[in-house]
Each structure stands twice: as C-alpha cells, then as structure tokens.
C-alpha cells in the first residue's frame, strides 16, 4: 500500500516538522475535504492568515479524519543554527517514513531550502539509512494536502488546548536534541 506524508515546519519557539500521513487509497477523499477548509473565493488555506472561527471549524473537520490521517510532529529546540536544526528534523523525519512505510514524501516549497532537503534525503537512501521512496517539494497552492501539515504544525507550536485537541492524530512525536553538525557542515 502507498503511504504518502506531507510535511511543513514551524520557526516559532524552536524548528519542527508536522507531517500528515495518509493511505494513497484516501487521498482524494481527505483532498476533497480540506479543499472544503478554503473560506469564500480563497484559493488556498494558510492557518495564521485565517480568522480564529475557520481554524475552529478546520480543527473540528481535521478531528473527524482521525484514522485515514496521521500526524508526525520532530522537532529541534532553538539551540542550533535553523538551517542545522531544520536538516536534523529532515533526517529525523525521512528514518521515521521509511520505518513506517511512506512511499511517496512532499514537503512544502521553501525556495532557499529545498537544495539541503534533497541532498539530505538522497544521501540517507544513497547510503541505505532509509529505503528508497519518491521525495518532491510542492506549493500549498498546488497540494492542499500540505494545509494539514500547515495547520497540525501551528496547533502543535500553539500548545494548550490546540495541541491536545490534535494529540489523538499523533503517532508519532519526537525531539531532536543534537543535530550531526559534522555531516552538515
């Protein structure tokens, strides 16, 4: 079965990656809900630009796709340079996929970064740390998928009650402590 992950980070209070993993077989269904999260004419969602009844209306609809999604939080605390931080939870999180099954991994665009995700990745499966999986990056606008990475990245960094209303989606959670700053140099 294809597993596909969709991935995006946080800054705020430290690095960290939220993912959202879901069964190819229900892409186009949880698709065609988080599609239904866009308020008006809005072509995409970005939860910081979208007023606090929509997120409270998005959270609601992202419970009730427990199940066919997953959530992985890996996270680095602000010790680190942020591109020595974010490599780390790249690592962390490419183990993680490979360990659970992940086929198919997009991680949101993020133009100046994208160059050390790959080399990252690619040397992970190069030297069999992780098995092989097809790895791009994508715009929100392009994969709507990603919003849930988005939205699960913000819950979780706003803590209280946001993160324990997503901690049922969340499988997996990890803490990056020391990034490999020989191997990022």
């Known amino acids: 079965m294809d597993r596909h992950l969709f991935s995006d980070e946080s800054k705020v209070d430290g690095f960290r990656f939220a993912g959202a993993v879901i069964d190819g077989d229900d892409l186009h269904r949880v698709r065609r809900e988080v599609l239904d999260w866009r308020v008006g004419e809005s072509r995409r969602w970005h939860t910081s630009k979208e007023r606090p009844e929509a997120r409270e209306r998005a959270l609601r609809r992202l419970i009730r796709l427990a199940g066919p999604v997953e959530i992985v939080i890996v996270e680095h605390a602000k010790t680190h340079p942020e591109f020595l931080a974010r490599e780390a939870c790249v690592d962390a999180l490419a183990r993680w996929a490979s360990d659970a099954g992940v086929t198919r991994w997009v991680l949101e665009q993020d133009g100046p970064v994208q160059f050390r995700d790959r080399q990252t990745i690619a040397m992970l499966m ?36 946001y993160r324990a209303a997503i901690e049922p989606l969340v499988v997996h959670h990890e803490v990056v402590v020391e990034p490999d700053i020989a191997h990022a140099a």
């Open 126 to 161: 190069h030297t069999g740390q992780i098995r092989r999986m097809t790895y791009r990056h994508e715009a929100p606008l392009a994969e709507p998928l990603l919003w849930i990475a988005d939205f699960a990245a913000w819950l979780w960094t706003k803590g209280g009650d």
